[in-house]
Structures are given as C-alpha cells and as structure tokens.
C-alpha cells in the first residue's frame, strides 16, 4: 500500500513536471501566486522532502488540495464516493450470481449443451471490454424499449441496474472459471466418490459437496477481480454518463490536477490490497486445509 | 375524467389570467431536472467564467438592471432607476427598498459595495467579473439606498455587464463567512430560487424563493411555479437524448440536430433553437508564426473552405453560417463578404505565395507546408476542425490536428505560440467583447495582429461616450478590417438546440441566450 | 487444436491480414469526406460514410490497422520489460531479486489499467503515450510470471552445469534460461497481447488517443456514441471487431498454452 503510494507519487512528479506554470498558463494564478503555491504545496523542495511530506500527510488522512477547486482531495473523492459505491456494490452482486451459476452449470455438466454454453459465455464476459458491453447493453435497453416502453427507466442516471449488469458480467468470467475448474477437479475427487457410496444422491446436496473445496480458489479470485473493478468503474461511469470516482479520474487526468489523481491512486491501492487480505482470510476460513498448510 | 376537466379548466383560467396582465393566485408544483452540458472547474459568478454556470444561477441572483428578452433594452433590476453623468464616467444607481437575501439580510448600498470589492479582490482571482467591470476607478454607497460607480474613463458595456449573473448582487455575509474557496457551495442571493446544494459534477438543486417580490418586468410570475429545479450534468454528447427520453431531464441544451430532429418527431418534445449572441463559432489565424503570418496564406486557406457545406454536415440546417466576427443577430455586426469556396483560385494563391507543389506535397524554399489546429473538445470544435484539416490536406498542406479538453490546455497551447489556427470565441451581447481579441495587447490577443488603426477604433467603439449609431459604425469597420486580413475562420453563429419535455411550459431564455428565466417555467400535469 | 481455437486463428488472420494491406485495401484518404454524412453502404463506399461523410470500410481497415499495431508494440515493451526484470531477479542473486519482487509487488497493488492511466496522466494524451502506459502498465504483471518461470527453469541440472563450466550470469540468462522459458512466455505474451489490446482501445476510448482525424478502433468506438441510435453501425463494427479480436487471442493464448490433444 506504500509502495503504491510512492509509485502514484513518483511516476506524476517524474513525469509531469511543474503543475503550477498551468495555473498561470491558465489565468488562475500571477506568477508570484504560482510561486506561492509552490512553495505552499512544496513543490520547490527538493523531491524527498516533498515525499517525505506527501507521506506524513497520508498517515493524517490528508491528501492535499486539488490544483483547480483548492478544496480538499478527500472531501472532492468523498462527494463522489456513493455513487461509484452503488455501481461495484451491484456489480459484485452481479458477478457472484453469474459467476457462479455459470461456473456451475458448466463445471457440474460439461459434456451437455447447457454446460458448453455456460462455458462460451463466461470465455465471452473475460473478452468482450466493458465499453463495448456497455454499448450493447444501451442498445439493447433502447430497442427493448420500442416494445415496451417503460423499459427506457433502466437507462436512467439514478438506476444502477445496467451499469452494474454490465461491470459484473465483465468481472464474472474469472470467477466462473475458477468454479468451473474446482467442480471439475472435485467430481472425480475421493470424497466425491465416498460420498456417492454412501448412498448420497447425486443433486444438490452432492453439487455442495464439491463445490466447498472450490470455493476459497474463486473468493481469492474474485479478489483479484476487484482490480479489474476498479479499472472498470472508470470505463463503466463514462459509457453511462454516471457521476463518480472513475470519471472524476479521467477528468482530473484530463485537466492535470495531479493531487486528485494521486489520491484516487492511493484509494485505488488501499482498497485493492485490503480486499486481497480480506479474501485471503475468508479462504481459509473457507477451507481449514489452506491455514493447516501454510 | 372530471378531474382532468377540472383541471383543463384551471389552466384555462391561468392562460386567461396570464393574458389579462393581472396576477393570477399562483401555486408551484412540481421537481424540474435541467441538463448541463459542461461540468465547470467552479461556480461562483462572480470569480468563474462559465456560462454554463448562469443556467442555474441567473436564477439566484438579480442584478441591478435587466435586459429585455427581445430588445435587449436595459429594464430596472435591484436598481429602481439609475443616471449617467455627461462624461460618461459616474453612474448612480437607486436601490430597490425592502430587497432580502435568501439568509434574511437586508439588501443596500453597501451589498453593491461589497460585491464589487468581492470580485475586484486581486485575491479572489476573477476570471471574468472583474474585466467586465471594465475602467472602473471606485464604488461608492452615497446612502443606504444610493450609489454610485465611478469610471476612469467612459465605458458603455456598463449597463450590460451589471445585467449579467456574474454581477449578480450575493449576501455579503455568506461571502464574508465564507470566503472565495467555499462560498460557490453556499451561494446567496435575492433572486427567485434559492441554492440548496452543489455536488460537483453530480447535481446542483435549486429551491423557489415564496419571498421573492421584487422581481423585474421581464418576468411574467411574481413568484417561481415550480418547488425544486435539480440541474445534472450530461458532459457527455452521447448521453443528452437518452437522458430525455428516460426522464432523467426534463430539459437539456446543446443537442445534436439529428437527435434534436429525432426527439422533435416523436412528438413528445419540443425543440428550442435559441441563438446565442456575441461571437461566432470560430478559428483564429496566428499571424505570429509562419507559414500564416502571410496573409495571402491565410487567404488562401479560407478559401479552401467549404463553410457552409462543413456546417451543413456538422449543425445540419438549423445553424447560420457566420460572416464575420459578430453572430448577425448582434447589433453593430455587418454582413461581410467572404470569399467564396474556390479550390483553384487557394492553389492559385499559394502557388504565386511561393508556395508549390510537387509530389503532392506543397513546400516553399525546400519546406514543406506544415499546420498545427487547436480545437477545444467542446462544440463539435473536432468535427469542423476535422473538416478543416481533409480541405487543407487536399491543398498538399501537411496538417496536424490537438483537440484540447479543457480551456485551460487550451490557454496552455496558446501560451506556447505553437498553433496556426486555435479555435476560441466568447458570448455577450455587447461588441466590446471584440476588444480583447482583436486589440493589439488584448488578453485574448491569440491571432498576434497589431495594428494601431484597429486599436483606435475598438477604443473608440468602446470606451468614448459616443452613440449607438456611430458605435455600430465602427464595429462595422472592425469587422471589415477582421475579414480583410483574414484573421479569422467564421464558422457559424451558435444557435443552443435546447430540447424539451412537453410538459415544461413557458420556457423562455434572457437576452444573452444561454440563461433560462425559471421563474416562468411550469410543469403540465 | 479445437473447433474455438480455429475460429480464432482464421478471425486473428483476417485481422491481420486486412491491417496489413489496409493501404491497399482503402480506397480513399482516411480524413477525406467523399460522400454525405451517414450515407448508406454502396458500391464506391462498401460500409456507407460515416458522421463527416467518410469512407467507414476505409477508416475500419486503417484502424484496425492502427490499434493492432499500438498494442503490439505496447505488448513488446511490456514483454522486453518483464522478461528483463525476470531474468535480472533469477540470475542477479538473492539480494538484487528481493529487490526486483519488492519493485514488482508495490506496483501490482495498482491495477495495470489505473497504472497505465496513472502514467498518461503524467506523459499527457495521444497514441505514443498511450502505448508507452500500456506498456509499462502491464510489465510489472508480466515480469512476476516471467521470474518465476526463469526460477523453475533455473533449478535444471544443466544450468548448474553451465555455471559450474564458468558461464557468466548473463551468457545463461540467454542461452540457457530463456529458450527454456519458451513454452510457458509464449502464451503468456499472447494473452499480454489480448490485454495491452483491452488497454490501448480502452484509454483511446476515454478520449486519451490524440488526432480524432487518424482512425482507431478505440477512438471510434467513442466518438460513433453521439449517433448511437441513429447510426448504431459506427459504434458496433469497430466495437465487435475490439471484442473478437480480444476473444480469439485468448483462445489462442489458450490453444498453446495446452498444445496436448484436445480433451473431446
């Protein structure tokens, strides 16, 4: 999570050079105002002082002052937090039910019509980029809504039905893979076989069965799919005009108001590495073998 | 079915009343949602730029005088009367009584002080205000219900600065407590809605002022007819006619002509062309770097264009091509003549410029012909620029392309002199907005042309206390000498598709184009 | 190899093939106008004109054309960076690949497309940074996959071997340790392909591409948006053309990552 915060912080100032001299570029600042921004943002320090200062302000919670808006950086993200919040939060639902389900159905029956196709579409929702699902999905709503016209209230900016469809069918590919694959393994596993030649039926409670020792494989996965997340909202906000963290980024990026960005970046980074330690946990809690052998 | 008699018939007695000139016993009802097509960097009027930003605020605030809608004549504001001294350098204003900000204090002499002080605060930064406010020397509160501006020097867009929101009169208090960092999400003032709660780049809700009493002539209500307006952002093109048609927005600007056509046929709204008077859409020309510092370059490359087929295939038929430095709709403009699309005639003129081709490539001196356009992101800027660039290429000019997403990469690329042609125009209603341009140390002096005749005649066009005939005279010459050096590439006068629900009646715009009067706007049930 | 894999392979080709030829294959100059705006498909333009009156057949090779080529070259850094990285950590010692590890995970814990946002931001928009941000943004992914395939390589006997007939560190890097690492990169740069392809069309989708005159899948992807309903064409053919190509490279990735026989 530092060292995250130290790439975020290094690969801006290497690259980006003096971010005043666009405020003065700009109008927003005199020269002598660019001059005392600098020195207030201590941006004339030498470059480990001003990492030394970047990280001191972290541990505080703060992340500095937006170049444009001079507000805080935490209250700008804070502002945009729920919605983006909603978005992952459906998306998450979203891809755990189609993930799974797929997972399932191709892992459990492989050989039928109904597996092999769970299988095409979860090697399709790894494939297709969520710009263009997003697109199709608009489409799709819009000709739906020639039928039916009601159908239209799904496109609305408020409803996080679409986008989130959209993101969590992207996100679910992985995690029906790693079901998929776990299934697969657990069908000829002894305990299977045991568990058949205790007379339990094969059916649901067998499917339970097998699909335990899947599980912790397709919880760390899906962590994993929190980045791809991440990177989605920004995509997913832009193909659906949402507010949000991800269009704040490509704003930000856009206008280069770097202290926003770095701090969406650290955001970024924090929540991807606590889901990972989360994940990790859950796995073994999940499946005690994992914490006997580790 | 007897209700919706009954409430025929009420509307009946409304349209009645309205038409009778007496006030009907008015009611607000009802949640209106305005698109925004920008996301501006702040929003405080007084220091921000935008006009995006009046959309909502125009309605926060009133100013000390007023334009008429159609005419443009100057009506009383917060001012109830004002005079101009024979010198054309003192103005008095008389104040309104019994004025209240939406925080409850008493509006007086010393609220005008303090918001001119505001926006002339080298602190505060004002990137707008303060240079509407022109040669001003002081302002002075003679009494709690007098003051009086004090010019350096004469200056007639006064009256039209002083109507616009950006000096919109704010609760000195709010502005004191608050400070120029936050005040933009705490904004104050006497007009008929209130500000309840800005969320940059999600929404911005007003609420009806049922105070509001002081209202000027241009408005038809005494008092906003609907409870709540909720402005969202719809920054993205693609976005603004789904958002219509799925009820996000009730009303939205800046649609393309062929959603605006498509939204108009599905007979469930309608569309408002609304013309925007000041500058054309345009390019300016850097007279500053070869190979456009020649004139008979510049020439022949406006004669390259095809203008009226780019803005047919661009705006569709609903948009003016522009002739000049002014929209035709402004008075002291003067329709120029252009040189006519002519391919041959643009060889012609850069061959005999020394300027040859062999090989397809045009080169002069071993050089070949090399042009940079910057085209800011926003209003179809690319698409034109686009256009621009295939009609250049076919000359055997090697053209490069930067659109820009921000208008401050846009003053970034300027300030490096790296550009021959930079897209870039500015609203108003008055001509002195040609001045910063076209004057030689003009702020927005991009084209780099100097010429002391032109600055006389923009002083004299704006500052002198002269008439309005011999004013539009002179604008008259400004434009000719605009088009005669070919200082710019007119595309066309900027008319805003706004499209509306058809439930949305009454809605009107001010003068200056953009700015809706939401005092008069009602919801049909 | 099975029936997915083959739809691949030919859809891959294809791609390829009409990028290759795409000059030839264009019949007009990509920014000219040479028809009304949205005109209909016909025999002088095949796909019809796009919302400036463009050839869109001649502006769909061409970008094609332009975004393969971006994200191959975005997959060469990323690869020619991880392997470098991989190999200094396997054969540099223990202290150096500490280092190398420590570098690699503090960059995973941004993901590879916010990296590659995070170093437009710093570069400033167009192609060429774009594809350098792609680049770097998935190397450090790469390079984690890359050492510990070098690492599995390196416990060979003949390795000790060479080094035990006094090879230096680097003539084993690429005589021995690289070509036995063969068999697992290969797929794995396929399948860095199909991402610096998600990530080159997804940045020139957020508008981050530079010149809109120059065609490319992304960008068109974004800008046929305003004509979503009235021309759905402009955004669905270079839309399906980003998915299936993104689609049969990790089929293929996939294909040779398993070269056994197929399992039905």
Do not use: C
């Given at each position: 999570m530092w060292a995250a915060a130290t790439i975020a912080f290094f690969a801006l100032r290497l690259a980006g050079g003096d971010p005043t001299q666009s405020l003065v570029a700009q109008g927003l600042a005199s020269a002598e105002q660019a001059a005392a921004l600098r020195a207030e943002l201590g941006l004339d320090a030498p470059l480990l002082d001003q990492y030394a200062r970047f990280l001191v302000g972290l541990i505080q919670g703060n992340l500095g002052e937006s170049l444009y808006t001079r507000r805080p950086v935490v209250t700008t993200i804070a502002e945009q937090l729920p919605s983006t919040l909603a978005l992952a939060a459906g998306a998450i639902v979203v891809s755990l039910l189609i993930g799974t389900s797929l997972g399932i159905v191709a892992g459990w029956r492989p050989e039928t019509l109904l597996g092999r196709a769970a299988d095409a579409i979860s090697a399709m929702s790894t494939g297709i980029p969520v710009a263009v699902a997003g697109i199709l999905a608009l489409l799709a709503a819009a000709a739906a809504a020639r039928v039916v016209p009601s159908v239209l209230f799904l496109t609305r900016a408020g409803n996080v039905a679409l986008p989130a469809v959209t993101l969590g069918f992207a996100t679910s590919g992985a995690l029906a893979r790693a079901v998929q694959a776990g299934l697969a393994d657990s069908r000829s596993a002894p305990f299977i076989v045991a568990a058949r030649a205790r007379g339990i039926p094969p059916g649901w409670r067998l499917l339970w069965h097998a699909l335990r020792p899947a599980l912790p494989v397709a919880v760390s996965l899906a962590a994993l799919q929190a980045a791809f997340l991440l990177s989605g909202t920004v995509v997913t906000e832009t193909v659906f005009s949402r507010p949000g963290l991800g269009r704040l980024l490509v704003s930000s990026i856009l206008q280069g108001d770097f202290p926003v960005v770095q701090g969406l970046v650290v955001l970024a980074a924090i929540l991807y590495t606590t889901t990972q330690a989360i994940a990790d946990g859950l796995a073994v809690i999940l499946d005690p073998r994992l914490g006997e052998t580790s | 079915m007897r209700r919706r008699v009954f409430l025929l018939g009420i509307s009946a007695a409304l349209v009645a009343a309205l038409a009778g000139g007496c006030a009907p016993a008015e009611t607000a009802r009802g949640t209106l949602t305005y698109g925004l097509t920008l996301s501006p960097t702040g929003i405080d009027p007084h220091l921000n730029a935008s006009a995006e930003l009046g959309i909502p605020l125009s309605s926060v605030y009133d100013t000390l005088v007023f334009q008429d809608p159609e005419t443009g004549e100057f009506l009383p504001g917060l001012a109830s009367s004002w005079s101009v001294s024979d010198d054309g350098l003192d103005y008095t204003f008389n104040l309104r009584p019994g004025v209240r900000f939406h925080d409850g204090s008493a509006f007086d002499a010393g609220a005008v002080v303090a918001n001119i002080d505001y926006v002339m605060s080298p602190d505060n930064h004002s990137q707008k205000a303060v240079f509407m406010l022109g040669p001003l020397e002081s302002v002075e509160a003679v009494d709690d219900r007098t003051v009086v501006i004090h010019l350096n020097e004469p200056f007639p867009p006064l009256l039209d600065s002083l109507s616009q929101v950006y000096l919109g009169m704010a609760s000195p208090e709010a502005l004191e407590t608050w400070g120029p960092a936050e005040y933009q999400f705490h904004q104050v003032g006497t007009g008929p809605f209130r500000f309840v709660e800005y969320v940059p780049n999600d929404h911005l809700t007003l609420e009806r002022n049922p105070?509001?009493?002081?209202?000027?002539?241009?408005?038809?209500?005494?008092?906003?007819?609907?409870?709540?307006?909720?402005?969202?952002?719809?920054?993205?093109?693609?976005?603004?006619?789904?958002?219509?048609?799925?009820?996000?927005?009730?009303?939205?600007?800046?649609?393309?002509?062929?959603?605006?056509?498509?939204?108009?046929?599905?007979?469930?709204?309608?569309?408002?062309?609304?013309?925007?008077?000041?500058?054309?859409?345009?390019?300016?020309?850097?007279?500053?770097?070869?190979?456009?510092?020649?004139?008979?370059?510049?020439?022949?490359?406006?004669?390259?264009?095809?203008?009226?087929?780019?803005?047919?295939?661009?705006?569709?038929?609903?948009?003016p091509v522009a002739n000049g430095p002014l929209s035709a709709s402004n008075w002291g403009s003067s329709a120029e003549r252009l040189p006519d699309h002519d391919p041959r005639r643009a060889d012609r003129l850069l061959t005999e410029?020394?300027?040859?081709?062999?090989?397809?490539?045009?080169?002069?001196?071993?050089?070949?012909?090399?042009?940079?356009?910057?085209?800011?992101?926003?209003?179809?800027?690319?698409?034109?620029?686009?256009?621009?660039?295939?009609?250049?290429?076919?000359?055997?000019?090697?053209?490069?392309?930067?659109?820009?997403?921000?208008?401050?990469?846009?003053?970034?690329?300027?300030?490096?002199?790296?550009?021959?042609?930079?897209?870039?125009?500015?609203?108003?209603?008055?001509?002195?907005?040609?001045?910063?341009?076209?004057?030689?140390?003009?702020?927005?002096?991009?084209?780099?042309?100097?010429?002391?005749?032109?600055?006389?005649?923009?002083?004299?066009?704006?500052?002198?206390?002269?008439?309005?005939?011999?004013?539009?005279?002179?604008?008259?010459?400004?434009?000719?000498?605009?088009?005669?050096?070919?200082?710019?590439?007119?595309?066309?006068?900027?008319?805003n598709l706004v499209v509306a629900n058809r439930r949305v009646q009454g809605l009107r715009f001010a003068y200056a184009g953009w700015f809706p009067l939401l005092i008069d706007l009602q919801l049909a049930s | 190899m099975n029936l997915r894999a083959r739809f691949a392979l030919l859809w891959v080709a294809v791609v390829v093939g009409l990028s290759l030829l795409a000059p030839i294959l264009s019949r007009y100059p990509p920014g000219q106008p040479v028809g009304a705006p949205l005109a209909s498909p016909s025999s002088a333009m095949l796909l019809g004109a796009d919302e400036l009156g463009r050839d869109l057949w001649t502006r769909l090779v061409l970008g094609g054309r332009s975004s393969l080529s971006a994200s191959a070259l975005a997959a060469v850094i990323t690869v020619i960076l991880g392997i470098a990285a991989g190999l200094v950590a396997a054969v540099g010692g223990r202290q150096i690949d500490v280092v190398v590890v420590f570098l690699v995970n503090a960059a995973l814990?941004?993901?590879?497309?916010?990296?590659?946002?995070?170093?437009?931001?710093?570069?400033?928009?167009?192609?060429?940074?774009?594809?350098?941000?792609?680049?770097?943004?998935?190397?450090?992914?790469?390079?984690?996959?890359?050492?510990?395939?070098?690492?599995?390589?390196?416990?060979?006997?003949?390795?000790?071997?060479?080094?035990?007939?006094?090879?230096?560190?680097?003539?084993?890097?690429?005589?021995?340790?690289?070509?036995?690492?063969?068999?697992?990169?290969?797929?794995?740069?396929?399948?860095?392909?199909?991402?610096?392809?998600?990530?080159?069309?997804?940045?020139?989708?957020?508008?981050?591409?530079?010149?809109?005159?120059?065609?490319?899948?992304?960008?068109?992807?974004?800008?046929?948006?305003?004509?979503?309903?009235?021309?759905?064409?402009?955004?669905?053919?270079?839309?399906?053309?980003?998915?299936?190509?993104?689609?049969?490279?990790?089929?293929?990735?996939?294909?040779?990552?398993?070269?056994?026989?197929?399992?039905?």
């Open positions: - | 105070e509001y009493a002081w209202g000027p002539e241009i408005y038809r209500n005494k008092t906003a007819r609907v409870e709540r307006v909720i402005f969202r952002f719809y920054v993205d093109v693609a976005a603004r006619s789904l958002a219509l048609e799925n009820g996000d927005a009730d009303v939205l600007g800046e649609i393309p002509i062929h959603e605006s056509r498509r939204l108009e046929t599905s007979g469930e709204f309608v569309v408002y062309p609304v013309p925007i008077p000041g500058q054309p859409m345009q390019f300016l020309f850097n007279t500053l770097k070869a190979p456009t510092d020649d004139l008979s370059v510049r020439l022949a490359l406006l004669t390259a264009l095809d203008r009226a087929g780019i803005v047919d295939t661009v705006f569709g038929s609903t948009s410029a020394g300027w040859t081709v062999s090989g397809g490539v045009r080169a002069k001196d071993g050089e070949p012909l090399r042009l940079t356009i910057v085209a800011p992101i926003w209003g179809n800027n690319p698409e034109v620029a686009q256009l621009m660039q295939a009609a250049w290429e076919i000359l055997g000019a090697q053209v490069e392309l930067r659109v820009v997403p921000s208008f401050g990469e846009l003053k970034e690329s300027q300030e490096s002199g790296e550009y021959h042609v930079i897209g870039i125009n500015f609203f108003g209603t008055d001509p002195d907005l040609l001045r910063p341009m076209f004057a030689s140390d003009g702020i927005y002096n991009w084209t780099g042309y100097q010429d002391p005749l032109l600055d006389d005649l923009l002083v004299r066009g704006g500052s002198s206390s002269t008439s309005q005939a011999e004013r539009e005279a002179i604008y008259g010459q400004v434009s000719q000498i605009v088009i005669n050096q070919v200082l710019i590439v007119p595309v066309r006068d900027y008319v | 814990a941004i993901p590879g497309l916010l990296l590659a946002l995070l170093l437009v931001a710093g570069i400033g928009p167009g192609l060429p940074a774009v594809i350098l941000a792609v680049g770097f943004g998935g190397a450090p992914g790469f390079a984690r996959l890359a050492r510990q395939a070098f690492l599995q390589g390196q416990t060979a006997t003949y390795i000790s071997a060479a080094f035990a007939l006094g090879a230096g560190k680097l003539q084993v890097a690429l005589a021995h340790l690289l070509p036995n690492a063969r068999a697992q990169l290969l797929p794995l740069a396929g399948t860095y392909f199909a991402w610096s392809f998600l990530g080159t069309t997804t940045l020139t989708f957020l508008g981050l591409g530079g010149d809109p005159a120059n065609p490319e899948w992304g960008s068109m992807l974004n800008v046929g948006r305003s004509h979503l309903f009235d021309a759905p064409h402009l955004v669905l053919l270079p839309g399906l053309a980003i998915a299936l190509t993104i689609l049969a490279v990790h089929s293929l990735a996939g294909a040779l990552a398993q070269p056994g026989p197929p399992t039905h």
